[in-house]
């Protein structure tokens, strides 16, 4: 059975820090892109960060870039998350995905219709 299990939400203040942890199982975690996405009440869900099985490379939108990190070891994806702010608040969701393997050079990273496997989210909420 797959599993994506995210933890280590909760209610920070603007400008702390949270890590969150995705712990997956049940899928050849390797062959898998890892991506995280968030949902803020009323908005769309959208993608902040993906480790690609390509490369292994961390990459993460411009909404986020410089203050959030992916990161994955073992069968562990971690997302660091600093300075954080407000607007930041959202359910956070990790995702795995197929990618090129099933998508090839039209994969993006981006879009959840690119992923298989999600996890049930785990809130952050920072307060101003």
């Known amino acids: 059975e797959v599993q994506l299990v995210e933890s280590g939400g909760g209610l920070v203040q603007a400008g702390g820090s949270l890590r969150l942890s995705c712990a997956a199982s049940?899928?050849?975690?390797?062959?898998?892109?890892i991506g995280w996405f968030r949902q803020a009440p009323g908005k769309e869900r959208e993608g902040i960060a993906y480790i690609s099985s390509a490369d292994g490379r961390p990459h993460a939108t411009d909404s986020v870039k410089g203050r959030f990190t992916i990161s994955k070891r073992k069968n562990m994806v971690y997302l660091q998350m600093l300075s954080l702010k407000p607007e930041d608040t959202a359910v956070y969701y990790c995702?795995?995905?197929?990618?090129?393997?099933?998508?090839?050079?039209?994969?993006?990273?981006?879009?959840?219709?690119?992923?298989?496997?999600w996890g049930q989210g785990t809130q952050v909420t920072v307060s101003s």
């Open positions: 049940g899928f050849t975690f390797d062959d898998y892109a």
């Open positions: 995702a795995a995905s197929p990618d090129v393997t099933v998508w090839g050079s039209s994969w993006s990273g981006w879009d959840d219709a690119e992923y298989d496997y």
